[in-house]
Antibody
Framework: QVQLQESGPGLVKPSETLSLTCTFS??????????WSWIRQPPGKGLEWIGY???????NYNPSLKSRVTISIDTSKNQFSLKLSSVTAADTAVYYC????????????????WGQGTLVTVSS | QSALTQPRSVSGSPGQSVTISCTGT?????????VSWYQQLPGEAPQLIIY???KRPSGVPDRFSGSKSGNTASLTVSGLQAEDEADYYC?????????FGGGTKVTVL
């Protein structure tokens, strides 16, 4: 059973870059069973998919965030990471990492497992 | 791409059934049988309760059921219990991305 954990700064200044890491307490980022994903949830609001990375390095991003997002993978450290540049207060959210299950290349459906989430506040 | 449309809230008494709708388009909900549903308890991460429109992961009570008609998917909670009070989100494959619904708060009266 894969278990994920997000980590990173809880406070980021406006215009700077938000950086988070998802580490595995169980399982491997090299597993081909998932697209490793980031999802966020602003306080009191709904979920928004940010993007994913496959163990091969293939990425896919939400078009609304694509210009500011980079997801990378580090197999030596068994982790994957999120960078979101030029942040504003609107980027304040709980950020989750999750495994996106898929049927075939580019055909995917459900998110499971999820990390517990980490709150990132954008404020000066 | 817009978020999928869910009612903001639904409520029911213990033992009753409630149904949450999730409306999209032919490019997402209507185009694929890849709709999933998540339960989010206060302060916790979302948890998968339905995938592939109507399949339940191991350990999810059969009180939870999913269906789809056209561009609208639905989650029904039968025999409502106090512990079912939570936020529920639908999610759909959309060809090259993933869309979530805005979420529905279920209140047990």
């Amino acid at each position: 059973q894969v278990q994920l954990q997000e980590s990173g700064p809880g406070l980021v200044k406006p215009s700077e870059t938000l950086s988070l890491t998802c580490t595995f307490s169980r399982g491997s980022v090299s597993s081909g069973s998932y697209y490793w994903s980031w999802i966020r949830q602003p306080p009191g609001k709904g979920l928004e998919w940010i993007g994913y990375i496959y163990h091969s390095g293939t990425t896919n991003y939400n078009p609304s965030l694509k210009s500011r997002v980079t997801i990378s993978i580090d197999t030596s450290k068994n982790q994957f990471s999120l960078k979101l540049s030029s942040v504003t207060a609107a980027d304040t959210a709980v950020y989750y990492c999750a495994g996106l299950n898929y049927y075939g290349p580019g055909v995917y459906n459900w998110f499971d497992p999820w990390g517990q989430g980490t709150l990132v506040t954008v404020s000066s | 791409q817009s978020a999928l449309t869910q009612p903001r809230s639904v409520s029911g008494s213990p033992g009753q059934s409630v149904t949450i709708s999730c409306t999209g388009t032919s490019s997402d909900v209507g185009g694929y049988n890849f709709v999933s549903w998540y339960q989010q308890l206060p302060g916790e991460a979302p948890q998968l309760i339905i995938y592939d429109v109507s399949k339940r992961p191991s350990g999810v009570p059969d009180r939870f059921s999913g269906s789809k008609s056209g561009n609208t998917a639905s989650l029904t909670v039968s025999g409502l219990q106090a512990e079912d009070e939570a936020d529920y989100y639908c999610c759909s494959y959309a060809g090259t991305s993933v869309l979530f619904g805005g979420g529905t708060k279920v209140t047990v009266l």
